[in-house]
């Protein structure tokens, strides 16, 4: 049973506001260790500087979408595991198939409250304490 507090949460999207409404609601939760990242290029990078638990991924950004980055943590060892929850803005069943293929744990649709993300991350690490 993970501590939220101990969990490090990457959230990667393009809109300032999203990220902002998904730092609030991991913060309700009582996660503290929380590093955004404005691309999936960005988030890239503080992959590699920093120890990451779980990614919670736009699926729709410039540069690097949320797929691609997936894809790409998927053919990395050190990543390859790595909890990913991608939150999209439609439930388009064929893009869901698509990252499920892709190897991802869970996804949410926007707009959501801290009770569907709760659920949605208890799912993929297990019940916060």
């Known amino acids: 049973m993970p501590k939220a507090s101990a969990v490090s949460v990457l959230i990667v999207d393009d809109q300032q506001s999203m990220r902002g409404i998904c730092k609030y609601i991991l913060n309700q939760l009582g ?7 404005k691309s999936g290029r960005d988030a890239l990078g503080k992959l ?4 990451i638990d779980l990614v ?10 949320g797929l691609t980055l997936l894809k790409v943590l998927r ?7 790595m909890p990913f929850i991608m939150a999209t803005g439609r439930s388009d069943k064929e893009q869901v198939k698509e990252a499920i293929a892709c190897g991802v744990n ?7 409250d801290a009770g569907s993300m709760k659920k949605k991350i208890e ?7």
Request: net charge neutral; proline share 5%; aromatic share 10%.
């Open 31 to 37: 996660f503290r260790q929380i590093i955004e990242a």
């Open 48 to 51: 590699e500087k920093n120890n």
């Open 56 to 65: 919670i991924s736009d699926w729709n950004m410039d540069d690097i979408d």
């Open 75 to 81: 053919k990395h060892p050190k990543t390859a595991k």
């Open 106 to 112: 869970n996804y949410i649709i926007k707009p959501f």
């Open 123 to 129: 799912a993929v690490i297990g019940t916060l304490q």
